[in-house]
């Protein structure tokens, strides 16, 4: 099985159900290519490859989506942050604060500009970056806070780099979900993995 998928999915997320898939299709092989949003939507309806897995997937004509189970979005933030022994806090409360942020084309950005707009929130952009990773280093040495999934972090708070504080809103779901073509029959190891 051939599958595309954005970072975030790919690094914290995907890998507990590779292992499972495996488990369960020891013969089946998975080849996993990392790659932005566009690509991966790009790959999926040319036929590159057979499944595209990425947040926040739009309905497009020419692809199905399965969706997945949902994650949060969370607010990291350095472990000496003022924020950082809360467990849960409102979206108002970083009003003008600096804030490390994904680059403007990515769904997930889209997706908190959105939310903070609707709540009458304006932070400050510090920076932005297409990878989850460098996201999370910059508020580990102090850039500022960062919006980000709940299991791109996990890891990290549990090492004590970074602290996780939950958004009180209801607002702050991010939806993944697996693309593929829709005129397209799904190889049976491919069916397996959606299923």
Same mark, same amino acid.
């Given at each position: 099985?051939?599958?595309?998928? &954005?970072?975030? &999915?790919?690094?914290?997320?995907? %890998?507990?159900?590779?292992?499972?898939?495996?488990?369960?299709? %020891?013969?089946?092989?998975?080849?996993?290519?990392?790659?932005?949003?566009?690509? =991966? &939507?790009?790959?999926?309806?040319?036929?590159? &490859?057979?499944?595209? =897995?990425?947040?926040?997937?739009?309905? $497009? @004509?020419?692809?199905? !989506?399965?969706?997945? %189970?949902?994650? @949060?979005? =969370?607010?990291?933030?350095?472990?000496?942050?003022?924020?950082?022994? $809360?467990?849960?806090? @409102?979206?108002?409360?970083?009003?003008?604060?600096?804030? =490390?942020?994904?680059?403007?084309?990515?769904?997930?950005?889209? #997706?908190?500009?959105?939310?903070?707009?609707?709540?009458?929130?304006? !932070?400050? %952009?510090?920076?932005?970056?297409?990878?989850?990773?460098?996201?999370?280093?910059?508020?580990?040495?102090?850039?500022?806070?960062?919006v980000l999934?709940?299991?791109?972090?996990v890891r #990290?708070?549990?090492?004590?780099?970074?602290?996780?504080?939950?958004? #009180?809103?209801?607002?702050?779901? @991010?939806?993944?979900?697996? !693309?593929?073509?829709s005129n $397209?029959?799904?190889?049976? #190891?491919?069916?397996?993995?959606?299923?």
């Amino acid at each position: 099985v051939k599958v595309s998928t &954005v970072y975030s &999915v790919g690094l914290h997320e995907l %890998p507990s159900k590779v292992s499972e898939f495996m488990t369960k299709f %020891p013969s089946a092989r998975i080849d996993l290519e990392y790659s932005r949003t566009t690509k =991966v &939507v790009r790959d999926v309806l040319n036929g590159t &490859v057979e499944l595209g =897995v990425l947040a926040f997937p739009e309905p $497009r @004509r020419g692809l199905t !989506i399965k969706m997945m %189970p949902s994650n @949060r979005l =969370v607010l990291a933030c350095p472990p000496d942050h003022k924020f950082a022994k $809360r467990a849960k806090i @409102r979206a108002k409360e970083i009003n003008g604060l600096d804030l =490390v942020l994904f680059e403007r084309d990515t769904p997930t950005r889209k #997706a908190i500009d959105r939310i903070l707009k609707g709540l009458g929130v304006e !932070i400050k %952009p510090v920076a932005e970056f297409d990878n989850i990773e460098t996201i999370k280093r910059a508020v580990e040495v102090g850039f500022g806070l960062a919006v980000l999934p709940l299991p791109s972090i996990v890891r #990290a708070e549990r090492d004590g780099s970074l602290a996780i504080v939950e958004l #009180a809103e209801k607002d702050w779901v @991010r939806p993944v979900g697996v !693309i593929y073509r829709s005129n $397209r029959t799904l190889s049976l #190891a491919a069916h397996k993995f959606v299923v």
